[in-house]
C-alpha cells in the first residue's frame, strides 16, 4: 500500500496564525510537531517512508522540505495550484501510475486532521486494503459522538464484508434537527475525507465519471514522459473543474463501501474546534502562555502575552504580530468571511 497524503489547502479559518505563505497544516497548534509531521508519524509504523507521498501547491513546496527534510523529494506532487480534491487525487494518482504497478492499493488522506487512537486508525486499514484488491473504493466514516452541523455524512447500507457496509449515499451537512434524526438511526457516519482504493480502480473511475479531468491527466502525463517532472504544467491543469472527489467520483460510483471507525478524530476546521481538542483550567480557560481569568470561562487564549479575563465567556482570542481576531467559538467559522473581506480590500500584508 501507498499513501498519498494532501497538504495544499490555505487553512482561511485559521487566520490570523494561518497564511498564505504558513498555511494551516505547517502550523504548531499541538506541541513542538505541525499537523502535518504528525499525519506522517501516524503511517509511519504501516507505510516506509519511501511509499508515503504528498501532494501541494508548488507555493508550499520548500516548506514540505523543510518540516519533512528526510522525506525524497521525488515523493512530492506538485499542483501548480490548488483546484480542489478530484483535480488533487487524479493528478497524483497519474504520477503514481508512472511508478507503481496499476493494481497497488492506495490511502488517500488530508494533512491537518486529528487521530489520537493510531492503532485503531491502522488496524482500519486492513479492510480497507483488501476491499480495495477487490476493485471497490472505500471511504471511512466516523461513529457520531453528537449531532455535528459541520460535517458532512455517509449514509450505510448492508454490510459487503466484515466491518465494511454499502454506500448508499452522501449528505452534505445537515441542520441541527437532521444532524439528531442521523445520530438516532445509526446508520450515518461523518464524512472523514480518507479514501482507500487501487490505482487501477480510480483510474477506471475517473475515465468513466469524469473524462475530461481523465484526459487533462494524460496529457500532463504526456508532458511528463517527455520533458520531464518538472516542466510547467499550469497552462492543462487550470482547465480542471474545480470538483471535490465526493461529489465527482464517490456520490457516482458503483462499487464503493464505507468502514465505520469509532477513533477519536477531528477535521479541526475552526479555532472552535482546535480548543474543544485543548485541555483548559478548571473553568475551560486555555492560555498558550499564561494568564488570568475571573469569573470567566470556556475562553481560548494564544498569544504570547500575559492575557487577564474577567467575565467574559466562549471566547477565542488569538493575537499575532500584525492582527488579532476575537470572537465568540461559535461563530469561529465565520473567520473565513474575515479573510475575503481583506482580500476584497487587497490587504495582502495580512494575508
Given at each position: 500500500?501507498?499513501a498519498?497524503?494532501?497538504?495544499?489547502?490555505?487553512?482561511?479559518?485559521?487566520?490570523?496564525?494561518?497564511?498564505?505563505?504558513?498555511?494551516?497544516?505547517?502550523?504548531?497548534?499541538?506541541g513542538?510537531?505541525?499537523l502535518?509531521?504528525?499525519?506522517?508519524?501516524?503511517?509511519?509504523p504501516?507505510?516506509?517512508?519511501?511509499?508515503?507521498?504528498?501532494?501541494t501547491?508548488?507555493?508550499?513546496?520548500?516548506?514540505?522540505?523543510?518540516?519533512?527534510p528526510?522525506?525524497?523529494?521525488?515523493?512530492?506532487?506538485?499542483?501548480?495550484?490548488?483546484?480542489?480534491?478530484?483535480?488533487?487525487?487524479?493528478l497524483?494518482?497519474?504520477?503514481?501510475?508512472?511508478i507503481?504497478?496499476?493494481?497497488?492499493?492506495?490511502?488517500?488522506?488530508?494533512?491537518?486532521?486529528?487521530?489520537?487512537?493510531?492503532d485503531?486508525?491502522?488496524?482500519?486499514?486492513?479492510?480497507?486494503?483488501?476491499?480495495a484488491?477487490?476493485g471497490?473504493?472505500?471511504?471511512?466514516?466516523?461513529?457520531?459522538?453528537?449531532?455535528?452541523?459541520g460535517?458532512?455524512?455517509?449514509?450505510?447500507?448492508?454490510?459487503?464484508?466484515?466491518?465494511?457496509?454499502?454506500?448508499?449515499?452522501?449528505?452534505?451537512k445537515?441542520?441541527?434537527?437532521?444532524?439528531?434524526?442521523?445520530?438516532?438511526?445509526?446508520?450515518?457516519?461523518?464524512?472523514?475525507?480518507?479514501?482507500?482504493?487501487?490505482?487501477?480502480?480510480?483510474?477506471?473511475?475517473?475515465?468513466?465519471?469524469?473524462?475530461?479531468?481523465y484526459?487533462?491527466?494524460?496529457?500532463?502525463?504526456?508532458?511528463?514522459?517527455?520533458?520531464?517532472?518538472?516542466?510547467?504544467?499550469?497552462?492543462?491543469?487550470?482547465?480542471?473543474?474545480?470538483?471535490?472527489?465526493?461529489?465527482?467520483?464517490?456520490?457516482?460510483?458503483?462499487?464503493r463501501?464505507?468502514?465505520?471507525?469509532?477513533?477519536?478524530?477531528?477535521?479541526?476546521?475552526?479555532?472552535?474546534?482546535?480548543?474543544?481538542?485543548?485541555?483548559?483550567?478548571?473553568?475551560?480557560?486555555?492560555?498558550?502562555?499564561?494568564?488570568?481569568?475571573?469569573?470567566?470561562?470556556?475562553?481560548?487564549?494564544?498569544?504570547?502575552?500575559?492575557?487577564?479575563?474577567?467575565?467574559?465567556?466562549?471566547?477565542?482570542?488569538?493575537?499575532?504580530?500584525?492582527a488579532?481576531?476575537?470572537?465568540?467559538?461559535?461563530?469561529?467559522?465565520?473567520?473565513?468571511?474575515?479573510?475575503?473581506?481583506?482580500?476584497?480590500?487587497?490587504?495582502?500584508?495580512?494575508?
Open positions: 500500500m501507498i498519498l497524503i494532501m497538504a495544499g489547502g490555505v487553512g482561511t479559518r485559521f487566520w490570523p496564525l494561518s497564511r498564505k505563505n504558513f498555511p494551516k497544516q505547517f502550523l504548531r497548534v499541538f513542538d510537531r505541525s502535518l509531521q504528525m499525519t506522517v508519524e501516524r503511517l509511519l504501516r507505510f516506509s517512508l519511501s511509499d508515503i507521498y504528498i501532494v501547491a508548488s507555493s508550499q513546496v520548500e516548506l514540505i522540505k523543510q518540516q519533512l528526510q522525506l525524497p523529494w521525488q515523493n512530492i506532487i506538485i499542483e501548480p495550484f490548488g483546484m480542489n480534491t478530484a483535480p488533487c487525487i487524479a497524483s494518482v497519474e504520477y503514481l501510475k508512472n507503481y504497478r496499476h493494481k497497488e492499493t492506495m490511502l488517500v488522506l488530508p494533512a491537518d486532521h486529528i487521530i489520537r487512537e493510531q485503531k486508525f491502522l488496524a482500519a486499514l486492513n479492510p480497507a486494503e483488501r476491499e484488491e477487490k471497490y473504493l472505500i471511504t471511512f466514516g466516523i461513529v457520531p459522538i453528537y449531532p455535528a452541523t460535517y458532512g455524512y455517509i449514509e450505510a447500507g448492508e454490510e459487503i464484508a466484515p466491518g465494511v457496509r454499502k454506500v448508499l449515499h452522501f449528505k452534505e445537515p441542520d441541527k434537527q437532521t444532524a439528531e434524526q442521523f445520530l438516532e438511526k445509526g446508520t450515518y457516519f461523518w464524512n472523514s475525507g480518507m479514501f482507500c482504493w487501487s490505482l487501477e480502480s480510480i483510474s477506471t473511475a475517473f475515465e468513466t465519471l469524469l473524462p475530461d479531468v484526459s487533462l491527466t494524460k496529457e500532463i502525463s504526456k508532458v511528463w514522459q517527455s520533458e520531464g517532472l518538472n516542466k510547467d504544467i499550469a497552462s492543462i491543469y487550470a482547465k480542471m473543474p474545480r470538483i471535490p472527489i465526493d461529489i465527482g467520483i464517490m456520490e457516482r460510483a458503483d462499487f463501501g464505507v468502514i465505520p471507525v469509532s477513533y477519536h478524530w477531528s477535521d479541526v476546521g475552526s479555532w472552535k474546534s482546535l480548543a474543544d481538542l485543548t485541555t483548559g483550567d478548571a473553568d475551560n480557560n486555555y492560555f498558550s502562555t499564561s494568564g488570568k481569568a475571573i469569573s470567566a470561562q470556556n475562553n481560548y487564549v494564544v498569544t504570547d502575552k500575559f492575557t487577564a479575563l474577567i467575565g467574559v465567556n466562549n471566547l477565542c482570542l488569538i493575537e499575532t504580530e500584525d488579532i481576531l476575537l470572537c465568540n467559538k461559535d461563530l469561529a467559522e465565520e473567520v473565513k468571511k474575515i479573510v475575503e473581506y481583506l482580500e476584497q480590500q487587497n490587504r495582502q500584508d495580512l494575508l
